[in-house]
């Protein structure tokens, strides 16, 4: 049962767009970010949306670390390829801009790929590869990120997260998105542990020693400092496959550096050698498929609304409710917060009103009653 009030979507919209451009971020590139942000939200994967409103974007914006006004340069493109330098602006920007480009070459061409370079957290991955998605495509994304995981065999946070992920069209009301990082969690769910004062499962971080933590806010301090690591999806060594998640989690590395011949690793930290705050110069990379270049996409739309519905069909274990697929759960919170609104902690809410206050903007929130 939720018990967090709720903020209207558009009320939301509106006045996360009204701070953005209160930080020199122009109106239309507001209203991207404010979108991507609040997609996570419809998407009930908190540690992505408003969550992250002023930690990740506005707090950056502050200490110089993100540039309000993107200046996307293309560096290389070809009929099908695009190389951008996103110059430590709005990733969510170029992000967007990118996607927009791959699209219009994929439905030329039948496939397109670009990366992007010097670039800033560009929100939820899904977002990006279900644009190609509402243009019946495959989207493809991945991004690397500050390093916090550890290899295999490893204790030191040598990677990011690192998501890879997949959004194909079905038949069905909603398409199969597979939108998740390479470690079994994610900083942003630790964050959102911490602002609600809940543990990190164990076996989710490792310590120097090798040992498991869950004190979610000495997590976040210990990690900046490397004195622990997320794990890889598998976990601590190889007879669960945590070499099978630092493999994925590698790839992500290689193709968001190495396609645009940008940094990596430890050089992502946003920390110089001594501390002070840097860039963080991430990268991304993007494939768009369209599905009419091999058998339509009637017939691929068909199939995998078929294998979907093949796997929720299929016999549950006991006591299991229902199988999912992914994208399916998604879908299941938009229809259940899309009259509701965003639902708020109370940490959220102190924020919203001291930016509100800040910039002396003309709101109200219903929790403020």
């Given at each position: 049962m939720e018990t967090r009030p709720y903020v209207a979507w558009e009320l939301m919209n509106n006045f996360m767009i009204d701070v953005f451009k209160a930080y020199g971020?122009?109106?239309?590139?507001?209203?991207?970010?404010?979108?991507?942000?609040?997609?996570?939200?419809?998407?009930?994967?908190?540690?992505?949306?408003?969550?992250?409103?002023?930690?990740?974007?506005?707090?950056?914006?502050?200490?110089?670390?993100?540039?309000?006004?993107?200046?996307?340069?293309?560096?290389?493109?070809?009929?099908?390829?695009?190389?951008?330098?996103?110059?430590?602006?709005?990733?969510?920007?170029?992000?967007?801009?990118?996607?927009?480009?791959?699209?219009?070459?994929?439905?030329?061409?039948?496939?397109?790929?670009?990366?992007i370079f010097n670039s800033t957290h560009y929100g939820i991955a899904g977002y990006w590869s279900t644009m190609a998605e509402k243009a019946d495509m495959i989207g493809i994304t991945g991004t690397n990120a500050r390093p916090s995981v550890a290899p295999t065999f490893g204790v030191e946070p040598m990677m990011g997260t690192n998501p890879l992920t997949f959004t194909m069209p079905t038949d069905e009301e909603f398409p199969f998105n597979f939108d998740c990082a390479t470690s079994i969690v994610q900083n942003g769910k630790i964050e959102y542990y911490e602002r609600i004062g809940k543990p990190t499962p164990a076996g989710l971080v490792v310590t120097k020693d090798g040992d498991t933590m869950t004190d979610s806010g000495k997590i976040l301090k210990d990690m900046r400092k490397g004195e622990c690591a997320l794990l890889p999806i598998g976990g601590i060594g190889e007879e669960t496959g945590g070499f099978k998640g630092y493999g994925f989690t590698t790839i992500v590395e290689i193709l968001s550096a190495a396609l645009a011949g940008g940094p990596y690793m430890k050089e992502l930290s946003g920390k110089d050698e001594n501390g002070n705050n840097k860039m963080y110069r991430l990268g991304h990379f993007f494939f768009v498929i369209n599905p009419e270049f091999f058998m339509g996409l009637d017939t691929f739309k068909q199939t995998a609304g078929g294998i979907c519905r093949g796997l929720r069909a299929s016999e549950k274990a006991p006591g299991a409710e229902r199988i999912y697929t992914a994208g399916e759960k998604e879908y299941l919170a938009w229809q259940d917060r899309k009259d509701k609104g965003v639902p708020v902690s109370e940490s959220v809410q102190k924020e919203l009103i001291a930016l509100r206050d800040r910039f002396d903007l003309p709101y109200h929130f219903d929790f403020e009653n």
């Amino acid at each position: 049962m939720e018990t967090r009030p709720y903020v209207a979507w558009e009320l939301m919209n509106n006045f996360m767009i009204d701070v953005f451009k209160a930080y020199g971020v122009p109106e239309k590139d507001a209203a991207i970010c404010a979108d991507v942000l609040l997609e996570s939200d419809r998407r009930g994967i908190e540690s992505h949306g408003c969550n992250r409103f002023k930690p990740i974007y506005l707090d950056r914006i502050d200490n110089g670390t993100l540039l309000p006004v993107t200046k996307c340069d293309i560096v290389k493109e070809t009929a099908t390829t695009v190389v951008m330098d996103a110059n430590n602006g709005m990733g969510m920007v170029a992000s967007h801009k990118m996607m927009e480009m791959l699209i219009e070459k994929a439905k030329t061409y039948g496939m397109a790929g670009g990366t992007i370079f010097n670039s800033t957290h560009y929100g939820i991955a899904g977002y990006w590869s279900t644009m190609a998605e509402k243009a019946d495509m495959i989207g493809i994304t991945g991004t690397n990120a500050r390093p916090s995981v550890a290899p295999t065999f490893g204790v030191e946070p040598m990677m990011g997260t690192n998501p890879l992920t997949f959004t194909m069209p079905t038949d069905e009301e909603f398409p199969f998105n597979f939108d998740c990082a390479t470690s079994i969690v994610q900083n942003g769910k630790i964050e959102y542990y911490e602002r609600i004062g809940k543990p990190t499962p164990a076996g989710l971080v490792v310590t120097k020693d090798g040992d498991t933590m869950t004190d979610s806010g000495k997590i976040l301090k210990d990690m900046r400092k490397g004195e622990c690591a997320l794990l890889p999806i598998g976990g601590i060594g190889e007879e669960t496959g945590g070499f099978k998640g630092y493999g994925f989690t590698t790839i992500v590395e290689i193709l968001s550096a190495a396609l645009a011949g940008g940094p990596y690793m430890k050089e992502l930290s946003g920390k110089d050698e001594n501390g002070n705050n840097k860039m963080y110069r991430l990268g991304h990379f993007f494939f768009v498929i369209n599905p009419e270049f091999f058998m339509g996409l009637d017939t691929f739309k068909q199939t995998a609304g078929g294998i979907c519905r093949g796997l929720r069909a299929s016999e549950k274990a006991p006591g299991a409710e229902r199988i999912y697929t992914a994208g399916e759960k998604e879908y299941l919170a938009w229809q259940d917060r899309k009259d509701k609104g965003v639902p708020v902690s109370e940490s959220v809410q102190k924020e919203l009103i001291a930016l509100r206050d800040r910039f002396d903007l003309p709101y109200h929130f219903d929790f403020e009653n």
